[in-house]
T-cell receptor, first 111, second 116 residues
Framework: GENVEQHPSTLSVQEGDSAVIKCTYS??????FPWYKQELGKRPQLIID?????GEKKDQRIAVTLNKTAKHFSLHITETQPEDSAVYFC??????????FGTGTRLQVFP | EPEVTQTPSHQVTQMGQEVILRCVPI?????FYWYRQILGQKVEFLVS????????KSEIFDDQFSVERPDGSNFTLKIRSTKLEDSAMYFC??????????????FGSGTQLSVL
């Protein structure tokens, strides 16, 4: 089955800097890759997603890139703000199937 | 904006007792899921449900677990005889029709289950 690995497990950045979180997946049939943000004690919230027919997608300060050949995808947050501090999870699925999550990255943005 | 709602938010139970976790998915969604998250760990898939039957389940979802959609709105997870290791946050999730937008998964706020 699908296995998703995520790095780093923790990431500390200064406010205004960029943050990059990377994930790799094992199943080449996976074609949908969402990213979720989870604040302490809250539900995971979808922040951006990408499908395998697209290489990059941007939404304001957030972007996701996908390399299907290498089976990895990354989340890029620019101009980080303290409210970006949270745990970020990547996930992969075959369209319509269950999501398999990565192990999470705890992002801390220091003012 | 429509939300997945879950009750209760917290559930404390004794080992060996049965618990039922309740969820109301988004009304026009057709695919329903239960995930769990042990404190500090990743979100893990338990079971998916479509057209009134289980479509897939993980190895975590053993004979002690069952799901039901007793009416047109509720989706429940039952654990028959809870164990200490069942302590976790349980998230219900739903998604709409398959297709361009169908796989966006929306999570409920979770039920924190503590087994003593």
């Amino acid at each position: 089955g699908e296995n998703v690995e995520q790095h780093p497990s923790t990431l500390s950045v200064q406010e205004g800097d960029s943050a990059v979180i990377k994930c790799t997946y094992s199943d080449s049939a996976s074609n949908y890759f969402p990213w979720y943000k989870q604040e302490l004690g809250k539900r995971p919230q979808l922040i951006i997603d990408i499908r395998s027919n697209v290489g990059e997608k941007k939404d304001q300060r957030i972007a996701v890139t996908l390399n299907k050949t290498a089976k990895h995808f990354s989340l890029h947050i620019t101009e980080t703000q303290p409210e970006d501090s949270a745990v970020y999870f990547c996930a992969a699925s075959i369209e319509g199937d269950k999501l398999i999550f990565g192990t999470g990255t705890r992002l801390q943005v220091f003012p | 904006e429509p939300e997945v709602t879950q009750t209760p938010s917290h559930q404390v139970t004794q080992m060996g007792q049965e618990v039922i976790l309740r969820c109301v998915p988004i009304s026009n969604h057709l695919y329903f899921y239960w995930y769990r998250q042990i404190l500090g760990q990743k979100v893990e898939f338990l079971v998916s449900f479509y057209n009134n039957e289980i479509s897939e389940k993980s190895e975590i979802f053993d004979d002690q677990f069952s799901v039901e959609r007793p009416d047109g709105s509720n989706f429940t997870l039952k654990i028959r005889s809870t164990k200490l290791e069942d302590s976790a946050m349980y998230f219900c999730a739903s998604s709409g029709l398959q297709g361009a937008q169908g796989e966006k998964l929306f999570f409920g706020s979770g039920t924190q289950l503590s087994v003593l």
